[in-house]
C-alpha cells in the first residue's frame, strides 16, 4: 500500500515539475513576443517621424532578435524605404529585394517590385525599371496592375528623356492624363538636332536661328561670307597659295564650327526644356512620384 501512495506521491511531483515548466516556457515565449512586438512598434514609430537613419537602426535590431522571422517582411521593406528617401539607392534595392523572399503575400511582393522600379528611376537606370515593367506586363498575374506598369513607365520615359513614349505610354492609362499632355507639349517643343545640322550643312548660321540664337547666326553668317569671299577672291586674282590657306584654314573652320555650333545649341535648348518641365513635375505635381 505504501508502494502505490509513493508511486502517486511521484507522478504527481513529475506533473507538477512539467506544468511548471511549461509555463516557464509559455511564459518566455510571450516575454520574447511581447519584447519583439514593442521593438517593432519603437522602429516603426520612428519611420513614421522621417527618423530614417534611426529607424533603419532599430529595424536592424529587430531583425537580429527576430529568430523565427515575424517581422521579416516588415524590417526589410522599411529598411529599404528608409534608404530610398535618404537617397541611397542601391542599399533600398537591397533590402526591397530581401523583402519579396521574406512573403508569400503576393500584394507584399507586388508593393516591393515597384519600389525597387522606383529606385531604378530615381537612380536613372532606367533601362532596367524598363526591363522589371515590361517582365510584369507579359505576365498575366499582374493584369490587374496594367496602369501602375505603364505609369512608372512613363515616368522611365520621361526620366531618359523620351517624351514621345512617355506619352504614349500614359496615354494607355487615359487619353487625358496630366502626364500624357505634358509629355505630347515637351516633345513639340523640342528641337530636331538632326535637322538643325542639316540646314547648318546648307546654309550656315540656319541651325542658330532655328533654335532662336539669332546673334549667333548672324556670326555664323557673316564670319562664312567673309572667309568665303576670301577664298574665291584669292583664286580670282591668281593667288592660288592663298586661296587654299584661307580656304582650308579658316573658310573650312568656321564653315565646320558653325555645323557643330547649331547641334550643341539644339542640345543645351532641349535640355533646358526637359529641365523645366521636370522641376515643374517635382515641385507642382500632385501626383505619385517616383
Known sequence: ???????????????????????????????????????????????????????????????????????????????????????????????????????????????????????????????????????????????????????????????????DSASQSFANISEDHELKILSEQIYNEKYSVTFARVISYILPGAGQFYTGNYLSGFMSIAWNVLWGYLTINSFIENRAFDGVVIGSLLWLRFYSGNIQNAEKLAVQKNIETANTALLYLMENYRGEKP
Open 1 to 163: 500500500m505504501q508502494v502505490v501512495e509513493d508511486s502517486e506521491s511521484a507522478f504527481i511531483k513529475k506533473m507538477k515539475n512539467t506544468i511548471y515548466i511549461l509555463i516557464l516556457f509559455i511564459c518566455q515565449i510571450t516575454f520574447a513576443t511581447d519584447e519583439l512586438a514593442r521593438q517593432y512598434e519603437y522602429a516603426d514609430k520612428l519611420f513614421n517621424k522621417e527618423n530614417y537613419f534611426e529607424a533603419i537602426t532599430e529595424f536592424k535590431r529587430l531583425s537580429f532578435f527576430d529568430e523565427k522571422n515575424v517581422y521579416a517582411y516588415e524590417s526589410n521593406y522599411k529598411i529599404g524605404i528608409a534608404y530610398k528617401y535618404g537617397g541611397f539607392y542601391d542599399n533600398a534595392i537591397q533590402y526591397l529585394s530581401h523583402s519579396i523572399r521574406e512573403t508569400e503575400n503576393f500584394e507584399k511582393k507586388i508593393q516591393s517590385q515597384f519600389q525597387i522600379i522606383r529606385c531604378n528611376i530615381l537612380r536613372k537606370t532606367t533601362d532596367r525599371a524598363l526591363q522589371l515593367l515590361n517582365q510584369l506586363e507579359e505576365d498575366s498575374k499582374y493584369e490587374n496592375y496594367k496602369n501602375e506598369i505603364y505609369y512608372w513607365k512613363g515616368w522611365s520615359f520621361m526620366i531618359s528623356d523620351r517624351w
